[in-house]
């Protein structure tokens, strides 16, 4: 029997959803030609050119099942309660992932103060076992420490969930959550320093201000955490910049954490607290069987007792094709050029390969070294298809630690985290 995880719980709210008007958008989207005309407020020439069910690329987004979130788009959303929205892969090819195609992942409501942008009786408390406890305001967090600016991949341990079978409860993440952007801040260890922390620090939790979907004072959205060497690691940062801009509403703002290498949700938004603890975090999400990952291979459906399982901590090595996009035909002898990323939890990836005969031979590509630590990295290679008739391309990485991206989605587990089994697109050489 399946053990059911649910790392997105149902609201009981009569809030106004962000999908509203999402019928009436695919209504426009297969209506006939005078409805899309009037959709698009123009006349469509050609359009006795249009093949049939082809709908014009300003509605295919929204015909895709795609709808306009502020500040974002071409997302996908797979729930708005929370709001949770991944980036089709193809729109991932920017060496720095924009900030309105990266992805979202919420647990609860986004925070008043992060709408209004209202920093009032806004500061950064850092308590529990240190000998100086803090309250810092950006400001002062801003003055006290010195800067650094990264690109660090951001990735929910969920990505890949849709291709685990029987599926897992929850997001059903296909490759786009995952981003690379450009963040700006201080390291928490600097900050750590200063507040002391004491032998006896074992672990540090976070406290956000986003409410809880029941929104009950008492009841955190989410609030997990890293051991005290995870927190102190020379990349782990406080961040109140994303792309050379104040964070964005949706990712966090004023402040958030970020614990890259790890699942992003340990990386908490709208931080109002760091707390260390003397003892594992036991915060929301931290206990039961979320983000952690049976000790043992289980046959698929097998339920797993919360003891046998282990936190996820180093995300798998992982790689995308950015381009070209499935089903695409090229010219046979032409060359067919593809170009993506390559990530790892466990710092760089040392080698890249595609196939394009089912993984009887592999051809290198070429690879470029990380902006930084935790920053993707591009590869690309071009290749000439020997005949016609249709291809898969597979995409293989492989780290600095030897490990390589399995072929098939990797051992089943109750939460479907973790897949970095390799992306195939198809081609056909014509």
Same mark, same amino acid.
């Given at each position: 029997?399946?053990?059911?995880?649910?790392?997105?719980?149902?609201?009981?709210?009569?809030?106004?959803?962000? &999908?509203?008007? &999402?019928?009436?958008?695919?209504?426009? #989207?297969?209506?006939?030609?005078?409805?899309?005309?009037?959709?698009?407020?123009?006349?469509?020439?050609? !359009?006795?050119? =249009?093949?049939?069910? =082809?709908?014009?690329?300003?509605?295919?987004?929204?015909?895709?099942?795609?709808?306009?979130?502020?500040? +974002?788009?071409?997302?996908?959303?797979? @729930?708005?309660?929370?709001?949770?929205?991944?980036?089709?892969?193809?729109?991932?090819?920017?060496?720095?992932?924009?900030?309105?195609?990266?992805?979202?992942?919420?647990?609860?409501?986004?925070?008043?103060? !992060?709408?209004?942008?209202?920093?009032?009786?806004?500061?950064?408390?850092?308590?529990?076992?240190?000998? +100086?406890?803090?309250?810092?305001?950006?400001? *002062?967090?801003?003055?006290?420490?010195?800067?650094?600016?990264? !690109?660090?991949?951001?990735?929910?341990?969920?990505?890949?969930? #849709?291709?685990?079978?029987?599926?897992?409860?929850?997001? *059903?993440?296909?490759?786009?959550?995952? @981003?690379?952007?450009?963040?700006?801040?201080?390291?928490?260890?600097?900050?750590?320093?200063?507040? @002391?922390? +004491?032998?006896?620090?074992?672990?540090?939790?976070?406290?956000?201000?986003?409410?809880?979907?029941?929104?009950?004072?008492?009841?955190?959205?989410?609030?997990?955490?890293?051991?005290?060497?995870?927190? &102190?690691?020379?990349?782990?940062?406080?961040?109140?910049?994303?792309?050379?801009?104040?964070?964005?509403?949706?990712?966090?703002?004023?402040?958030?954490?970020?614990?890259?290498?790890?699942?992003?949700?340990?990386?908490?938004?709208?931080?109002?607290?760091?707390?260390?603890?003397?003892?594992?975090?036991?915060?929301?999400?931290?206990?039961?069987?979320?983000?952690?990952?049976?000790?043992?291979?289980?046959?698929?459906?097998?339920?797993?007792?919360?003891?046998?399982?282990?936190?996820?901590?180093?995300?798998?090595?992982?790689?995308?094709?950015?381009?070209?996009?499935?089903?695409?035909?090229?010219?046979?002898? *032409?060359?067919?050029?593809?170009? @993506?990323?390559?990530?790892?939890?466990?710092?760089?990836?040392?080698?890249?390969?595609?196939?394009?005969?089912?993984?009887?031979?592999?051809?290198?590509?070429?690879?470029?070294?990380?902006?930084?630590?935790?920053a993707w990295q591009n590869w690309n290679v071009a290749l000439k298809l020997p005949q016609r008739g249709y291809y898969e391309i597979w995409a293989r990485a492989t780290d600095h630690t030897g490990r390589m991206q399995p072929m098939l989605v990797p051992g089943w587990n109750p939460g479907g985290y973790c897949n970095n089994a390799m992306q195939r697109i198809a081609i056909k050489a014509v």
């Open positions: 029997m399946q053990n059911k995880i649910h790392d997105s719980e149902p609201d009981d709210t009569n809030e106004p959803s962000v &999908l509203d008007g &999402l019928n009436r958008r695919k209504f426009l #989207a297969s209506g006939g030609l005078a409805t899309l005309a009037a959709a698009l407020g123009a006349p469509i020439p050609f !359009a006795d050119k =249009l093949a049939p069910g =082809l709908v014009p690329e300003a509605l295919a987004a929204e015909a895709a099942g795609l709808t306009e979130i502020p500040g +974002k788009r071409g997302l996908r959303i797979l @729930g708005d309660r929370p709001l949770n929205a991944e980036t089709p892969v193809t729109l991932l090819h920017d060496d720095i992932t924009p900030t309105e195609h990266h992805f979202i992942r919420n647990n609860g409501h986004v925070p008043e103060r !992060a709408e209004k942008k209202d920093l009032n009786g806004w500061s950064l408390t850092i308590d529990g076992e240190v000998n +100086k406890p803090l309250q810092l305001t950006l400001d *002062q967090l801003k003055k006290s420490y010195k800067h650094y600016t990264r !690109a660090l991949v951001l990735e929910c341990a969920g990505n890949g969930r #849709a291709g685990y079978n029987p599926p897992a409860s929850g997001n *059903q993440w296909t490759l786009g959550a995952v @981003g690379c952007a450009l963040y700006t801040g201080v390291l928490l260890k600097d900050v750590l320093k200063d507040a @002391g922390v +004491k032998s006896s620090a074992v672990y540090i939790g976070y406290i956000g201000e986003d409410p809880h979907l029941s929104r009950l004072p008492n009841k955190d959205a989410i609030s997990r955490g890293v051991p005290i060497a995870k927190a &102190l690691d020379e990349n782990t940062m406080l961040v109140w910049e994303m792309n050379g801009e104040p964070l964005p509403t949706l990712h966090g703002w004023p402040l958030r954490l970020i614990c890259p290498g790890w699942p992003a949700s340990t990386s908490g938004k709208w931080l109002k607290r760091i707390w260390v603890r003397d003892r594992v975090h036991d915060g929301t999400k931290m206990t039961g069987h979320s983000y952690r990952l049976p000790r043992y291979p289980v046959a698929p459906g097998t339920e797993v007792d919360e003891k046998d399982m282990d936190f996820i901590e180093e995300q798998p090595v992982k790689s995308i094709i950015t381009n070209p996009a499935t089903g695409m035909e090229v010219a046979l002898g *032409q060359e067919l050029k593809l170009s @993506g990323h390559a990530w790892s939890g466990f710092g760089d990836v040392t080698a890249m390969h595609v196939s394009y005969d089912f993984g009887a031979t592999w051809v290198k590509c070429t690879l470029d070294k990380p902006r930084n630590k935790y």
